[in-house]
């Protein structure tokens, strides 16, 4: 079955720097929209940064500090932060559309000390 692993996460002071990774394996014929989501605790999760069709799309509040980018062959999508902030803050999930289907990660904590 189609499974996505994500790595990454850890505590970091605000202004520093975290690339997150996320794999895919299984049986996969086809991948498309790529993207990751994020939420802190008592909010609603939001839409990060996704990538489709040889484009990327940015959330405003992590524009210009976050970079997107995938390695097809590896079935691998990373999300590369920059300059973090305090708000930055939550659970980050790697979204991957595989064979028509949605598929999650399991969540990987980033906490930026303020």
């Known amino acids: 079955q189609v499974q996505l692993v994500e790595s990454g996460g850890g505590l970091v002071q605000a202004g520093g720097s975290l690339k997150l990774s996320c794999a895919a394996s299984?049986?996969?014929?086809?991948?498309?929209?790529m993207a990751w989501y994020r939420q802190a605790p008592g909010k609603q999760r939001e839409l990060v940064a996704t990538?489709?069709?040889?484009?990327?799309n940015y959330a405003d509040s992590v524009k210009a500090r976050f970079t997107i980018s995938r390695d097809n062959a590896k079935n691998t999508v990373y999300l590369q932060m920059n300059m973090l902030k305090s708000e930055d803050t939550g659970v980050y999930y790697c979204y991957q559309r595989i064979n028509l289907r949605q598929y999650w990660g399991q969540g990987t904590q980033v906490t930026v000390s303020a």
């Open positions: 990538t489709s069709d040889g484009t990327t």
């Open positions: 299984g049986r996969i014929f086809s991948i498309d929209t």
